[in-house]
């Protein structure tokens, strides 16, 4: 009756290793796979050799964790082959079936151990990152921030204007977070020298001093365009103030529309009559969503890829700064802070 084990478990020795190269997303059975990801590979806006930035190093423990679930079930096959290699050279000896059918019991415990530990991370990682989607893929749980470090440009602390209390300006920062000028550093992200090759070189001087009026070159959240009436984070982001609400992200290139993380869009109704200018009644609804698309808007480069389809050759899109910084035919916006030269 004993023998009777013998055929199931020699086809459970072919199958195993089967099933196991069939795994595409398991590291060890991929010869191109490196532990340590190179940020260019994972984004293309990343430069070649930069360091990797949080959402780089959470995808080398991804790898790390990756390699150990890989690495577990190499040995689980070589532990059955072991058992069945003890079984079937030593049909006669019941103390060799007996040590047989404990290691078999005892590998299959063990890797049943190691997917339910799985499963739980799994589970886990979806309840904090409120994860609508469901469970899984089971080896790509960790998302989220930028895959590389990338050196700011500086700007002068002092301007050598001299700016009273900010007022709240609709559709970027605060008034003096940013000023009508053109950078004269080449590396500055609104340079004439940056916006070469895009859409808005064709306005030249005119789009460079609007882009550092939005936000004086530096990636950051408006300081004014709230949800939740005021009360719930911002939803005008990065350098070019992107309105994550009413823009097509997806149309730019960022694999994903942001539009689908708020209850509705920052327009018409929804930002009149809310208190103060740029305050939206509008909420985050998928939370997850909303940081991956504020993570992807503080990119300098994607941000000016969204930008550039908003573009317009007078700027209507910033029609409030177009204004202010005396853009040819810029469309007027009837409040105090829009005037020119405020």
Known sequence: MKRLWAPFLIAFLLLVPALASAQSNLPLFDPEWQLVPEAHELDPDCPVGAPLGFAGFLQLIQNGMNAAISFGIVIFVLIIAF??????????NPENHSQAKKVLTNAVIGLLIILSAWLIVDFVMKLLYNDNGGFGP???????????????????????????????????????????????????????????????????????????????????????????SGRGPSYSWGLWQINLTTTDTEAAGWG?????????????????????VGWCSQRVTNQELFDR?????????????????????NLSAWACSAQRCGVPNARRVDHPSCQFGR
């Open 293 to 313: 698309c504020t993570a992807a808007a503080l990119n300098p480069a994607k941000n000016t890829r969204a930008a550039q389809n908003l573009y317009t050759s």
């Open 138 to 228: 089971w080896n790509e749980i960790i998302t989220g921030g930028d895959y590389c470090v990338v050196a700011a440009s500086s700007t002068p602390l002092f301007s050598g204007t001299i700016v009273g209390t900010p007022m709240q300006l609709p559709g970027g920062g605060r008034a003096g977070g940013g000023q009508c000028s053109v950078p004269v550093i080449d590396n500055h992200p609104c340079s004439l020298a940056s916006l070469r090759g895009t859409r808005f070189e064709a306005l030249g001087e005119h789009a460079s001093r609007v882009c550092n009026k939005e936000s004086g070159g530096r990636s950051v959240p408006s300081g004014s365009d709230k949800l939740n």
């Open 256 to 276: 994903m529309d942001c539009r689908a993380a708020f209850s509705g869009p920052c327009s018409g109704d929804a930002i009149r009559n809310q208190g103060r």
């Open 83 to 92: 058992a069945g290699m003890l079984w079937i050279l030593t049909p006669t």
